[in-house]
């Protein structure tokens, strides 16, 4: 950070200001303190007779792989609206949202992911700006080694066992950067 968003100054210093633990940005001039805090995706999982709605990325991160319909919450923007807005924008579906499915902590990236089941209204769904295709996948068809990331892989292996067991509760996980080859798990 290299200018104060409060009054403009440069000289932005990173130290732990009083009452705090934690180094922060703080403005030289006026004093103020920038607070960073993790960006919050959210998303859908959406339903329609068994089978889950996937968009196949258009842009960058993981072009070309396969997503449950997801992005950045939006300021003045609820959860619940904003991965209904998400859906809209990937996959032109329009959903009947379910209760919070999942909620995964990225600290590594300062991410956290909130996916909600949805039902599909309709069929009339395809691709946004953001997607090449959008789809329907019965389980045994996910395209599992072509998934964009580890957040949609754990909700959709997490949403298939809980199919088979019947209920959906809310699950809350945390994934870790996966180590180099050679070294210990854990960070």
């Not at 959906?168 to 210990?184: C, E, I």
Request: hydrophobic share 40%; net charge negative.
């Amino acid at each position: 950070m290299n200018f104060c968003s409060h009054c403009g100054a440069a000289g932005m210093a990173l130290r732990v200001p009083d009452g705090d633990n934690r180094p922060r940005f703080v403005c030289a001039a006026c004093g103020t303190v920038h607070y960073q805090n993790p960006k919050v995706v959210v998303g859908c999982l959406p339903e329609w007779n068994g089978q889950v709605l996937l968009c196949r990325r258009a842009i960058e991160p993981r072009h070309g792989l396969w997503t449950l319909p997801a992005g950045f919450l939006e300021n003045a923007e609820t959860i619940a609206a904003g991965a209904e807005r998400e859906t809209l924008e990937e996959a032109n579906a329009r959903v009947e949202m379910g209760e919070l499915y999942t909620v995964i902590s990225l600290p590594a990236i300062n991410q956290v992911y909130m996916m909600f089941r949805a039902r599909l209204s309709d069929l009339d769904f395809g691709p946004g700006p953001e997607s090449l295709e959008v789809r329907l996948f019965d389980e045994h068809e996910i395209p599992w080694e072509d998934l964009a990331f580890r957040t949609i892989a754990r909700t959709l292996r997490t949403y298939f066992l809980d199919r088979k067991g019947g209920a959906f509760p809310t699950r809350v996980s945390t994934l870790v950067r996966k180590p180099p080859p050679g070294h210990a798990a854990g960070g």
